[in-house]
């Protein structure tokens, strides 16, 4: 009887562990490259961390991964590992052997420990498995367009990504960003080097 009583405990202490851990999502997405090919993504979220009450937990890690159409090779970016310097990614644009993914930082807080950048975007270059950061200024202009579903952790976004049950065509994709981006915010969408973070410190 005891042993029924704590395998039945061991089973709802899973239960409880698994329903309170993080929740993971994982997509399949085209993003339009500069030339009009598409590049097929694997993108995945996983929502955690502290937030206020009544809203949902942010994103505290992302990865998109997709294979080089000309190499093969599998490429994965992975956000950064710190929770001071969350961004979210705009797009993803190959140049040979060089993969630039544009992000722009989640908060007033993530903005001032990126340095204040103005235009308010960070721009990672990966190469040869290596991450740099450089300059946004270096990234071409016929790529500045935003390419990637962009925020999917918005409860809206979330709920159309989760009604695919496979692949979210480009025009889908783009469609999804324009519906849920107003204001200033739709200057992301053609990344526009004059968005910034309103109300934050110079």
């Known amino acids: 009887m005891k042993k029924i009583g704590r ?5 709802a202490l899973i239960f409880i562990l698994t329903a309170c851990g993080p929740k993971v999502v994982t997509w399949q997405e085209e993003a339009k490259q500069a030339d009009g090919s598409m590049l097929l993504l694997t993108r995945t979220i996983r929502m955690g961390g502290g937030s206020e009450i009544g809203q949902s937990a942010p994103v505290a890690a992302e990865s998109i991964q997709f294979t080089h159409p000309k190499t093969g090779k599998i490429i994965v970016w992975n956000s950064i590992n710190d929770p001071y310097l969350l961004a979210d990614p705009l ?4 140049e040979g052997d060089r993969v630039f993914v544009l992000l722009t930082p989640r908060s007033c807080g993530s903005w001032l420990r990126y340095g204040k950048p103005s235009p308010a975007f960070v721009l990672q270059v990966q190469q040869e498995g ?3 950061h450089e300059d946004t200024g270096h990234l071409p202009e016929k790529y500045r367009y935003m390419n990637l579903i962009f925020h999917p952790k918005n409860e809206l976004r979330l709920e159309r990504i989760q009604q695919h049950k496979g692949l979210i065509n480009w025009s889908e994709v783009d469609g999804i960003n324009r519906s849920h981006l107003d204001g200033d915010n739709l200057k992301l969408l053609n990344v526009d080097y004059s968005y910034n973070f309103e109300n934050c410190e110079r």
């Open 91 to 94: 797009l993803i644009q190959l």
């Open 7 to 11: 395998f039945t405990l061991g089973l």
């Open 130 to 132: 290596g991450v740099k």
